[in-house]
């Protein structure tokens, strides 16, 4: 009958729709799994911590289809932040606001929502949000935005977010920005504590030679001695 023949094709319909939403999550989760595996490698390749912060924000960028980007420090008491950086496709092709890289968390727009509540923000229809503020003069233009906090020991340490995408953004672009954020900041935290020990190694070795002091360790499951270069000059 012509109603069982058009009750099949919206079956059908449905099911090619449901299809193609699960390859593209497919597709998206895979692109995203190499992109967390991109990341260490970026950290190698760029040693100033700004050009690999910004760099790494872009993946989000690019991942979530958005046009800018940004990343952001916030202060320990969690009430001043500091613009780190936006990517250079935000730099080259959407604001050239004239901005305090260090302003109260206060009185940050709502992109800052996200460290205020503690919890990712996502605004579809920015233009028409009754609670926005105003944006400076050559700031970017947004329609859309996402903002995420990245959290540790209870505590907002850092603030990224991506914005004006063509179509509304998705749980799946919120999880994408929030996990790649999260190992950003585990990224610059490791390379901070390494650079510490690399700097505190280096003061040692200096006071020794200038103390002519020198240090051994004795391993003694291996029996390897491991010696100052300052015990050979004494």
Known sequence: SIGLTIGWGIWATLLLKKQEQTQERLTLQKARAEALLKLPKLAEEFDDEVTFLQRGQEIAEDLTDSKIAFIHFVSHDEETIELVAWSRRTIKHYCSAVYDN???????????????????????????YAHKHGLPEGHAHLERLISVPVIENDQVVML????????????????????????????????????????????????QNIAKIGSWKLNLKTRELICSDEVFSI
């Open 160 to 207: 990224t977010g991506v914005g004006n995408k063509e179509t509304d953004y998705t749980d799946m672009d919120v999880e994408t920005v929030q996990l790649l954020s999260n190992e950003i900041w585990h990224i610059v935290q490791n390379r901070r504590m390494v650079n510490k020990l690399k700097e505190s190694e280096k003061n040692l070795n200096f006071a």
């Open 102 to 128: 260090h302003y109260p968390l206060k009185n940050a727009g709502i992109w800052a929502e996200a460290a205020r509540k503690c919890h990712p923000v996502v605004f579809n229809d920015y233009p028409n």
